[in-house]
């Protein structure tokens, strides 16, 4: 069974750099598959990060890209999430999930239980 | 890049058959196959439930399906339980190797 934790910081204060991991059992990374970051702020919905396969090849949003980056360690079965110069408007539930982008398929499945980021002074 | 448009919220009475909308463009939605929509209960994870625009992935039950028609896909939730209460997002393609998501739509089973 396919399980992800993510974990990190709660609370980051206003243009601080924030990092995240997202650790991955049942699975090595290297098997396959893209890993996608997502974020859901407090009674929103959701928004696609990017996501990255373990040859390191990465897609971000385009409306982040310049924040952020996503990198994986395939030893250690992680990924990483870092989003530099964060607002307010970054505080979100922050999750990782195994992302299959094929022409048989694109969806993310499964999802880790997310963690919360609140950016605040 | 929008957001997909989903209405905020549907309702149905337990038994009864349910469909919510989520509207994009010839850029997502109208112009890859690549619809998928997800359940979340409060608290929770999302949960894949469709994807493919109709496939359902394995120990989804039957009474979810989706579809599409032009920029417009569906998901319908036929004989409606009171477990089926809970947001639902969709996701499509949207080129260049980008996702967009819906706004998701609060579903009541009343």
């Known amino acids: 069974q396919v399980q992800l934790q993510e974990s990190g910081p709660r609370l980051v204060k206003p243009s601080e750099t924030v990092s995240l991991t997202c650790a991955v059992s049942g699975y090595s990374i290297s098997s396959g598959y893209y890993w996608g970051w997502i974020r859901q702020p407090p009674g929103k919905g959701l928004e696609w990060i990017g996501a990255?396969?373990?040859?390191?090849?990465?897609f971000y949003n385009p409306s982040l890209k310049s924040r952020v980056s996503i990198s994986v360690a395939p030893s250690k079965n992680l990924l990483s999430l870092t989003l530099n110069s964060v607002t307010a408007a970054d505080t979100a539930v922050y999750y990782c999930?195994?992302?299959?982008?094929?022409?048989?398929?694109?969806?993310?499945?499964?999802w880790g239980q997310g963690t919360l980021v609140t950016v605040s002074s | 890049q929008s957001a997909l448009t989903q209405p905020r919220s549907v309702s149905a009475s337990p038994g009864q058959s349910v469909t919510m909308s989520c509207t994009g463009s010839?850029?997502?939605?109208?112009?890859?196959?690549?619809v998928s929509w997800y359940q979340q209960h409060p608290g929770k994870a999302p949960k894949l439930i469709i994807y493919?625009?109709?496939q359902r992935p394995s120990g989804v039950p039957d009474h979810f399906s989706g579809s599409k028609s032009g920029d417009t896909a569906s998901l319908t939730i036929s004989g409606l339980q009171a477990e089926d209460e809970a947001d639902y997002y969709c996701c499509s393609y949207a080129g260049s190797y980008t996702w967009l998501f819906g706004g998701g739509t609060k579903l009541t089973v009343l």
């Open positions: 010839s850029s997502d939605v109208g112009g890859h196959n690549h």
């Open positions: 999930a195994r992302q299959a982008i094929a022409a048989t398929g694109n969806w993310f499945d499964p």
């Open positions: 493919g625009v109709s």
């Open positions: 990255i396969h373990h040859s390191g090849n990465t």
